[in-house]
T-cell receptor, first 113, second 114 residues
Framework: GNSVTQMEGPVTLSEEAFLTINCTYT??????LFWYVQYPGEGLQLLLK?????DKGSNKGFEATYRKETTSFHLEKGSVQVSDSAVYFC????????????FGQGTTLQVKP | EAGVAQSPRYKIIEKRQSVAFWCNPI?????LYWYQQILGQGPKLLIQ????????DSQLPKDRFSAERLKGVDSTLKIQPAKLEDSAVYLC????????????FGPGTRLTVL
């Protein structure tokens, strides 16, 4: 079945460091891929998405590229801020168009000043 | 635009008791989802509604969980009787329609079963 695997956390970085959070997926067909973020005390928010191979999603300085050949959708940011501290979830929506999301286990990011 | 509302935010019950959660989606959103998020894991879909019809309830433990979406707007999720392993955050999400693929999440209800 479809699944998503994320790198284990927590990830601890200093402010202005480069961030990579790895995400790989297993799916049949051509899923859409997403990154959601959950700030402390808040609900999940869509951060970015990509709907087909080689698409790059971007938002708030974060980027991720849909790589079909490596079945990956790694999240990157060139310079993190303390306010980026949150839990990040990679997810896929399969090609059945029900909109059902399958999430990875989440990666906690802590950015220290 | 108001977001997805959920209540209560927190609930503590004894095992074998019953509990109900309420969700009010964003106005006009036809699709509503309930997810279960166990500590340290990603959310897992329990049930999906399109208007007031069920699209997918394959992961819903139907011997104890039930959900309804009367009139295609608000929804309730019920657990009866609760087990210890039901301790989790229950998330409600809504979407204008499944094809858009963007879901908007509520703050969740944190359930603790003692």
């Amino acid at each position: 079945g479809n699944s998503v695997t994320q790198m284990e956390g927590p990830v601890t970085l200093s402010e202005e460091a480069f961030l990579t959070i790895n995400c790989t997926y297993t799916a049949t067909g051509y899923p859409s891929l997403f990154w959601y973020v959950q700030y402390p005390g808040e609900g999940l928010q869509l951060l970015l998405k990509a709907t087909k191979a080689d698409d790059k999603g971007s938002n708030k300085g974060f980027e991720a590229t849909y790589r079909k050949e490596t079945t990956s959708f790694h999240l990157e940011k060139g310079s993190v801020q303390v306010s980026d501290s949150a839990v990040y979830f990679c997810a896929l929506s399969d090609s059945s168009n029900t909109g059902k999301l399958i999430f990875g286990q989440g990666t906690t990011l802590q950015v220290k000043p | 635009e108001a977001g997805v509302a959920q209540s209560p935010r927190y609930k503590i019950i004894e095992k074998r008791q019953s509990v109900a959660f309420w969700c009010n989606p964003i106005s006009g959103h036809a699709t509503l989802y309930w997810y279960q998020q166990i500590l340290g894991q990603g959310p897992k879909l329990l049930i999906q509604f399109q208007n007031n019809g069920v699209v997918d309830d394959s992961q819903l433990p139907k011997d104890r969980f039930s959900a309804e979406r009367l009139k295609g707007v608000d929804s309730t999720l019920k657990i009866q009787p609760a087990k210890l392993e039901d301790s989790a955050v229950y998330l409600c999400a809504s979407s204008p329609g499944p094809v858009t693929n963007e879901q908007f999440f509520g703050p969740g209800t944190r359930l603790t079963v003692l």
